[in-house]
């Protein structure tokens, strides 16, 4: 598997001198598989820079989405393949206790907030995600339900022996702060023993205790989270627009001196990385 | 935003992943959220509803006594559970915008913090002539498997004062919290705990000492008809001690209407 990280941010996009290098557009992650299969995972303002890794030829691409706030979806309108009759765009995500994806996606997808409507898209196929198994081509993936506000997903995808899981945003000190009770761990049954954690890191741990309850969690944390669940690989997710390169690279440095055991990893806008 | 108590956020989320209607409130019944299902109900986004005047909100909930007749402030599950700080359930009628009169339940809790914290309430509607599918349901839960739902309701119950129990499916424990450890005097140790033990190891009676047969437990109710039951009983834990309690049930109905389980929560009455 080959991962891209088209879009780091968290909340709101943030281009500017201060983000440059980790970037100002918001969370998208393209995953390509063996075969040349394109799989997105949620749909920010990145997913445009995933348009120069579509293969020529290819007639299918799988978008799983997290959770449908602004800053994981407002990229899908100008995401290319949508309007391409020759690529089947298929589009994965949570439902609400009343209403599917379809119901909730179009609420962004129609006048007013965009002038093109969902149903007018016509290559588009539409998929409710309950927790469990996705029959999704060319890879394994599984989906469970995690903490957020709103029904949010984590993703675990697998490949060839593989595997990442993808909670861009999560807090799962809610109510478990020590993380020491893995059963009762939300997000623990996708993430464990993975190779790759693409993980929420959106706070230092000043930042978190003002602002407990918003679904986010602090760098410390995500670490934390990783060690738990005995993650190989945790690549830091989801920054703050507020934090600059200059403030990610002190948090970043800082954890990897206090934990060293750890394979951390940037979040830095553009990064590949090879499984 | 001013921040609320842990308790209330985790409640918040539970109730947004959980499918039956359920509506939040401060200690003085200001609306703190509903979910989904209360806006199916009464037609009113929550976004919208919490810039209402309480009175306009109220008669968009247009609660009646199962007849139609008004029903009194007083007799409102949610204001008993907030002057009394005990359970109520009550069935009522919720007045459609045709002006029929459809029947519901509704139980509601106070919300009780250690520290003698008083929170809040929190108000569920139940649909009596519900019709569990059997499909829909899953059996035993595995650890390291629970849905969220399940977990969140595990943290919510870790906060609380008041004694509760999470069950799965076929009633067996998988959480118990220290007040109810306190009260049944059973330690809770990671492990499940099977229904047929727990139901060795406890005595239960109805008040006048008669037996109470298992199809009439709130635990079994809630289970078998998915909808949340309420009883007092006399109940004798490990320490050989009786204590008088209402017990309550509430069937735990996550994302796509899947039964996972119960909660039930003890509340001593004094004699």
């Not at chain 1, 945790?234 to 690279?249: A, C, N, Q």
């Not at chain 2, 067996?172 to 033990?197: C, H, K, M």
């Amino acid at each position: 598997m080959r991962i891209t990280l088209c879009g780091t941010r968290g909340s709101v996009g943030r281009a500017g001198g201060k983000t440059v290098r980790y970037g100002g557009d918001t969370s998208s992650v393209a995953v390509q598989g063996g075969n040349g299969s394109l799989l997105i995972l949620d749909a920010g303002s990145g997913i445009a820079n995933a348009h120069d890794l579509i293969s020529p030829g290819v007639s299918r691409i799988d978008i799983l989405l997290t959770h449908l706030h602004m800053d994981h979806i407002q990229g899908l309108g100008f995401f290319h393949p949508l309007y391409n009759p020759a690529i089947e765009t298929h589009i994965w995500g949570p439902v609400s206790t009343t209403a599917g994806l379809a119901s909730r996606l179009s609420r962004y997808l129609s006048p007013p907030l965009f002038p093109v409507r969902l149903r007018d898209l016509h290559s588009v196929h539409l998929h409710d995600v309950p927790p469990g198994l996705l029959s999704v081509p060319n890879f394994s993936v599984r989906a469970d339900l995690v903490i957020h506000p709103g029904p949010t997903l984590g993703y675990r995808v697998e490949e060839n022996g593989h595997s990442i899981a993808y909670l861009p945003d999560h807090e799962p000190a809610l109510g478990s702060p020590t993380f020491d009770e893995t059963s009762w761990l939300s997000g623990y049954s996708i993430i464990e023993g993975v190779d790759l954690l693409i993980h929420d890191a959106q706070y230092s741990d000043e930042e978190y205790r003002a602002k407990i309850g918003w679904g986010h969690s602090s760098y410390r944390q995500a670490l934390s989270l990783a060690r738990a669940a005995e993650v190989r690989t945790l690549v830091t997710f989801h920054h703050d627009p507020e934090h600059s390169d200059e403030e990610l690279d002190r948090l970043h440095e800082q954890l990897r001196v206090e934990d060293p055991g750890l394979e951390l990893v940037a979040g830095l806008a553009g990064a590949v990385l090879e499984l | 935003m001013a921040a609320e108590p842990i308790e209330i956020i985790l409640l918040r989320q539970w109730a947004s992943y959980i499918a039956v209607p359920t509506w939040i409130t401060d200690t003085e019944g200001r609306l703190l959220y509903y979910n989904e299902s209360v806006e199916s109900i009464i037609g009113l986004r929550f976004e919208e509803a919490d810039e209402l005047p309480a009175e306009d909100l109220a008669d968009r909930f247009a609660m009646t006594e199962v007849d139609g007749s008004p029903i009194s402030h007083y007799d409102r599950p949610l204001i008993i559970a907030l002057t009394k700080q005990m359970p109520a359930h009550r069935r009522i009628g919720l007045r459609n915008s045709d002006q029929t009169v459809r029947e519901l339940e509704v139980t509601a809790i106070p919300i009780l913090s250690s520290g003698d914290r008083h929170l809040g309430a929190m108000a569920t509607i139940w649909d009596p002539n519900y019709q569990p599918d059997p499909k829909g349901q899953i059996a035993k839960l595995r650890r390291g498997q629970y849905p969220i739902e399940v977990i969140l309701t595990r943290h919510w119950a870790s906060y609380l004062a008041i004694p509760i129990w999470i069950t799965d499916l076929p009633g067996n424990l998988i959480y118990s919290n220290q007040p109810a450890e306190a009260l049944t005097g059973a330690r809770y140790e990671a492990g499940d705990f099977p229904a047929a033990v727990h139901a060795e190891l406890f005595k239960v009676c109805n008040l006048d000492g008669s037996p109470i047969p298992d199809e009439e437990m709130p635990l079994t109710i809630a289970l078998t008809r998915r909808v949340a039951s309420h009883r007092p009983l006399r109940f004798c834990g490990l320490d050989g001690t009786w204590r008088t309690i209402e017990a309550t049930a509430l069937p735990l109905v996550g994302q796509g209407q899947r039964l996972l389980g119960s909660v039930a929560m003890f509340w001593e009455i004094d004699q």
